[in-house]
């Protein structure tokens, strides 16, 4: 099913892209560590940022590459916002068929257009989906692969519980599969593959690396939470997503009483999301945050990652 992965990844994972954190020193680290290192267009700012972004990445995989044939070094992907408000959409997608992006992640929109240029270069396209309703259209626009984010995922997250998400979807979709939601732990990924996914999304994990674009604090917010803080709101974007309650105390907020936010307000591409956001300072995250304990470099979270993986396996084998 993922023969187009074959032998590129250690583990399969992607990174997820994640809202100013994920730049291309993340995306590199975690591509050169063998899992699939992933970045939204919109965090290259200005527009033509983008284009030295991809050119950096392509070349810098490639010759990682070259130099070494035997190791297994993943493609990246990039995210595109399909929203109608996003006026960078046709220039960031042009830019992803210019340079050849492997893999493009969309989401908030169905992506029937999109699906037709990555496609016409040989490209894949996985969408992030948080109910089946979406997951339905996105499978009717001829994605390759769906990404499940569920209940407690970091960001724009869904309400559903991953066994009911994977299940009802496997109903009527059979190809690719990645499942999102609080995952950090190497046996969590081998535990999304035991429920009928094929890859893991992991995103929090990474907010606590050093190659990561955030603020120190943000790090350590993340480093020092738990599951119990992190706050399910709409306010900051009009869809639901998942923040740290320390960032939204510390904008003044209460986190028991936040208003439902605007979903009509929703902007992003130059129309709004390149400019200064009153809710910049509230940072997201998951329910995985009690799992991390510490701020390392992100091929040091793939080793353990893997590390765990391989030894959960082996317990299960002895098990069986």
Known sequence: MLDWLEGTLQLPVIGSPMFIVSGPELVLAQCQAGIVGAFPALNARPAGELATWLERITTELAACRRVDPERRVAPFAV??????????????????????????????????????????????VLHDVTTLRHARKAVACGVDGLILVCHGAGGHAGRLNPFAFVAEVRRFFDGPLVLAGAITRGEHVLAAQAMGADLAYVGTRFIATREANAPSDYKQMVVDAAAEDIVYTSLFTGVHGNYLRASIERAGLDPAALPEGDKTAMRYGTAGGSKPKAWRDIWGAGQGVGAIGDCPG???????????????????????
């Open 298 to 320: 992100a091929g040091e979270v793939i080793a353990e990652l893997v590390r765990d993986y391989r030894a959960a396996q082996r317990r299960l084998g002895a098990a069986g």
């Open 79 to 124: 995210n595109l916002i399909v929203h109608p408000s996003n006026d960078r959409l046709d220039h960031d997608l042009e830019l992803c068929a210019e340079f050849r992006v492997p893999i493009v992640i969309t989401s908030l929109h169905a992506p029937d257009r999109v699906v037709e240029r990555v496609h016409a270069y040989g490209g894949r």
